[in-house]
């Protein structure tokens, strides 16, 4: 493991310490946390936070694939914010966790824009 230098700065972090991080509702109550990212390859751009939902020690949970621009990081949480209830979540377009890649259907990324009603990151 590097030092924290390597891992943070003041505006970058690594994706090793995003992935595991809590998602919360503005009010502060759970929602998941962030399983993996999946990055633009040509870009480099982090475009989806894949999100685990529900479940106990991982039975039962639900991956959902939240564009990253639906995200907001709250320092005073020490979580990324998304303003959903668990009924909008759990109708929200879900994909496997074990690596599926979202861009290769683009129909279904605009349906997870639209649903999420995030600006489309190939239109950016």
């Not at 493991?1 to 970058?12: D, I, K, P, R, V």
């Not at 399983?35 to 949970?61: C, D, H, P, Q």
Request: net charge negative.
């Amino acid at each position: 493991m590097g030092s924290t230098t390597t891992n943070e700065t003041s505006t970058l972090i690594a994706s090793d310490r995003v992935e595991g991080t809590a998602v919360r509702r503005p009010n502060g109550d759970s929602l998941g946390r962030i399983e993996r990212l999946m990055i633009e390859k040509t870009s480099g751009r982090v475009v989806y936070a894949v999100m685990s939902f529900g479940g106990f020690l991982g039975i039962g949970e639900g991956y959902y694939t939240i564009p990253w621009s639906a995200l907001h990081f709250n320092p005073e949480m020490d979580a990324y914010q998304i303003d959903l209830s668990e009924e909008q979540l759990r109708g929200a377009p879900q994909r496997s966790a074990e690596g599926q890649d979202p861009s290769s259907d683009r129909a279904w990324e605009e349906h997870v824009h639209r649903y999420y009603n995030a600006h489309p990151y190939w239109m950016a």
